[in-house]
């Protein structure tokens, strides 16, 4: 797949989006939009968040019609009016959110829906045999009859695969499919993606991850604000260029860091704490004025750690200490009680309440400060909200629109103008910039630092290597389970952070 | 809580029924039909309102017909007691009784709030459970028989009537308006006061915006510091204690109380909640909503009735109107979606 094929279009593509234009109401969320998908080749689409990529992706999987425009698969005009349509002219999406039911075997959402059989009686033993085949092909070492729930979001996704390919694929679209995935299960998704281009299978591959775009990538098309705006083949054009083209901008992925002066005491000390089955013998500290950036691969346990700092999961060993004096959160109100505050990883389930609005989401952990005998004061509380949205620089800064339709980078601005008001001592970032764009996560690295440099102690959990060696002073990385060691910022380099990440077999 | 516009199907419906209603039936719009169905409501509309608080957390409390039963024969049993009478008085033992009714109502609720919140059992088990066990302990209580006229041989028969008719001032008394040939109904005039009181505590205090919250989102919740448990503790009393306060104005209007009453009250309750735009998953709802659906349900029965039509077709008609009501909002709400995907476009 590395070498780019001699001629930037060798055949007719499979995919042809021609002036594709969808409006929803307030935004035109594809504006005359071009785009080719061809067989065996992975077509990389990215922006920032609104750009359009989901619409467009919803367009080609037929769950949502373009207002004007046309769509071409293999060179035949088609018109998807629902799902089922694309599928059955072999084009899948595979969203972020997976599309399996947890309760059934993987082999039985591989046939969901075209179980195979007569007079509505299953053959269960064809659809087994068949299904461990296809994911046998696909690399798939886990037992097909376990279900769906109980895989590894790895291991669902190639449920997902093999479903496409049960149903004959001529198009898959993967949706940030590594969001979620570590390293080394990112490596295996990508071989699998190959596997599917030499097969024939035209690729649409969604990502926020540029390095992973230029690894799997043929060509690469960048949208925004609904419009394409770069379309090439991806040896064309570098990182600089194609956040260039993302942002409108030139932006600077900024280290940071600043100097200071020596930090002062520990603020908040973890010793060997340990929770069974989870994390074991996790010490660490941090001061006033400092980012300690919490590394290590998905599943190493670092949220499992924040969680018990911010009390809202107990722990069965070891011992917390907040300003010197002895600190057991029982629940996530008693931490903040204490000062210290958690931004969970998801927003959707754990930041934010949806179907409430930006004011109601940001005064909520305050909610006490804006009450006389229990009655909010409406005008106290809007102000709060409007300051509060201004300091994050929320856009649109409405504080009457509901959580739920804003972008990832604005609810997560949300979330943090929260716990911008409670003023808290402690706050424990999780992955404060997953699934947000470029110029948003620099403007929400800036409000972290912002934070530190007024003298609260930051912690903040990021798979984004870079993300960590813009932001942490000291860099404490985490591997199945325990502390595998610490960096100083002048020291942490993105291999160093990684040899102690990966475990033991992989490191050598 | 739901966007503007789609709150206004069911109000536009309640109208258009009333409208309908009112041309058919001569006589349907009179003051004393009017107020007569007001009166009607009441229960309903107090047992509903406090149901949305329960719903809005996303939780169900199927106990409060039972709890009507059952808080009902105990204040029953209080008003008619020899030992109340003779210490209060009759005037003493009704206010003694109302008393007794609605913490009964209460006890209930904190039972099924405190199983809910702090052991973690599903509201819809908790409440089947209390549901059952309620209308048993009422039956217990009094012996499968209705409490309430005295025997005429009884030595505290004159008092007791006396108790019976201070308690139904309040369950079955009307105060007089000029213009209202009948004065209008107290528990009608109890129910608004208590829509009114309800709409404020959701909207403008931090325990109702806790309740919104913890049926929006109750792990964002959790991390933001609400006291998730005490939260449902509370709607679950509130509930519970609506019912007792309901039992308490049965028991007045109907001179008596009876442990089979109330039965099936609770579907219509979450009926009328839900028909008031109350999502059952929780963090929409209002209490407007109730009162609204609650009059809904009661307008539909009083219209059937002066029609003469037979009872088993209004409560068939009663179903199809509940979907069609429920429908009618959600096609509402389609509209709003398109109207605002047009305004945009423009």
Redesign the interface.
């Known amino acids: 797949m590395t070498p780019p094929a001699p001629s930037p279009t060798p055949a007719p593509p499979l995919l042809a989006l021609r002036a594709v234009t969808k409006r929803f109401p307030g935004v035109v969320a594809l504006d005359a939009v071009d785009f080719d998908a061809h067989a065996g080749r992975v077509h990389a689409l990215v922006g920032e968040n609104g750009a359009g990529k989901s619409t467009l992706l919803k367009v080609v999987a037929g769950a949502e019609r373009p207002d004007a425009g046309t769509l071409a698969l293999g060179g035949a005009p088609v018109s998807f009016g629902a799902p089922r349509d694309a599928l059955s002219a072999g084009v899948t999406v595979m969203y972020q959110e997976l599309s399996l039911v947890p309760q059934l075997r993987a082999d039985a959402n591989i046939f969901l829906g075209m179980e195979p059989g007569r007079h509505g009686l299953l053959d269960r033993h064809a659809a087994a045999a068949r299904a461990g085949e296809v994911l046998r092909s696909l690399g798939a070492d886990f037992d097909p009859a376990t279900p769906a729930g109980d895989l590894s979001v790895a291991e669902q996704q190639l449920v997902e695969l093999a479903r496409a390919l049960v149903r004959d694929a001529r198009l898959i679209a993967l949706d940030e499919p590594t969001a979620a995935l570590s390293l080394v299960e990112t490596d295996r998704l990508f071989e699998q993606v190959r596997r599917l281009c030499a097969r024939g299978i035209a690729v649409i591959f969604v990502s926020h991850r540029l390095e992973e775009v230029r690894r799997i990538a043929d060509e690469i098309t960048v949208l925004r604000d609904g419009r394409r705006v770069f379309a090439g083949p991806a040896a064309g054009i570098d990182d600089a260029g194609l956040i260039r083209h993302m942002v409108g901008r030139d932006v600077e992925y900024a280290r940071l860091r600043a100097a200071r002066g020596a930090p002062g005491d520990p603020l908040l000390e973890v010793r060997s704490l340990g929770s069974r089955g989870r994390f074991s013998d996790v010490s660490l500290a941090v001061r006033r004025g400092e980012i300690v950036g919490l590394a290590g691969l998905v599943g190493a346990g670092r949220t499992e750690v924040a969680r018990c700092l911010a009390g809202a999961d107990p722990h069965d060993a070891g011992a917390m200490a907040l300003a010197g004096a002895p600190y057991r959160p029982a629940s996530p109100r008693e931490a903040i009680a204490r000062g210290v505050v958690f931004l969970p990883e998801d927003r959707k389930t754990q930041g934010l309440v949806l179907g409430m609005n930006v004011r109601e989401n940001v005064t909520l952990a305050a909610l006490g400060r804006f009450a006389r005998r229990g009655v909010i004061r409406a005008r106290a509380e809007r102000e709060a909200a409007t300051r509060q949205t201004r300091a994050v620089e929320l856009r649109p800064p409405d504080i009457e629109r509901e959580a739920g339709t804003l972008s990832g980078g604005n609810q997560q601005k949300v979330v943090l103008a929260k716990w911008l008001l409670v003023d808290a001592d402690v706050l424990i970032f999780d992955e404060p910039t997953r699934g947000v764009d470029v110029a948003a996560k620099v403007e929400l690295h800036q409000l972290i630092r912002g934070l530190a440099d007024a003298g609260k102690a930051v912690v903040v959990i990021s798979s984004e290597l870079p993300e960590i060696l813009a932001l942490a002073d000291r860099v404490v990385v985490m591997r199945e389970g325990r502390v595998s060691g610490e960096l100083p910022a002048a020291g942490a380099t993105a291999e160093g952070i990684l040899a102690l990440a990966l475990p033991a077999s992989h490191a050598a | ?1 739901a966007p503007r516009a789609a709150r206004l199907g069911v109000p536009l419906a309640l109208a258009g029924l009333v409208l309908v209603a009112g041309v058919l039936i001569p006589g349907f719009l009179s003051p004393a039909n009017l107020t007569t169905i007001l009166l009607h409501v009441s229960i309903n509309g107090i047992i509903a309102l406090g149901c949305t608080f329960v719903i809005i957390t996303a939780g169900i409390d199927l106990s409060v017909g039972s709890v009507v039963g059952l808080a009902g024969v105990l204040t029953a049993a209080t008003l008619t007691s020899g030992t109340v009478l003779r210490v209060a008085g009759p005037g003493g033992a009704a206010v003694v009784a109302g008393l007794v009714g609605i913490a009964a109502g209460a006890a209930v609720g904190l039972l099924n709030g405190g199983v809910v919140a702090k052991l973690g059992v599903a509201p819809f088990i908790v409440t089947l459970a209390t549901m059952t066990a309620a209308r048993g302990a009422a039956r217990l209580v009094t012996g499968g028989v209705p409490i309430g006229f005295p025997d005429p041989g009884d030595p505290l028969y004159e008092r007791k009537i006396a108790a019976l008719d201070a308690l139904h001032a309040v369950g079955g008394g009307r105060i007089p308006v000029p213009g209202l040939p009948n004065g209008f109904p107290v528990p009608a005039l109890v129910m608004l006061a208590l829509v009114a009181a309800g709409a404020f505590v959701l909207v ?4 109702g ?2 309740v ?2 913890v049926g ?2 109750e ?9 998730v448990g005490r939260i449902k503790l509370g709607t679950y009393a509130i509930c519970g204690a609506g019912a007792g306060l309901a039992a308490v104005l049965l028991v007045g209007q109907l001179r008596s109380g009876g442990p089979d009453a109330g039965m099936l009250y609770e579907l219509n309750a979450i009926a009328a909640a839900v028909i008031g735009g109350t999502s059952l998953f929780g ?2 709802g209002t209490a407007w909503g109730a009162l609204t659906g609650a009059l809904l349900i009661g307008v539909l029965n009083n219209g059937l009735d002066l029609l003469g039509v037979q009872s088993f077709w209004q409560e068939i008609a009663k179903g199809v109107i509940i979907l069609l009501a429920v429908l009618f909002d959600v096609w509402m709400k389609r509209a709003d ?1 398109r109207r ?2 047009r ?3 423009i």
Not at chain 2, 219 to 227: I, K, Q, T
């Open positions: 809580m403008r205090t931090r325990f915006r806790h919104y919250a929006g989102n792990e964002a919740s959790r991390l933001a510091g609400v006291a963090g929409v979606a605002r995907a305004a945009a476009r």
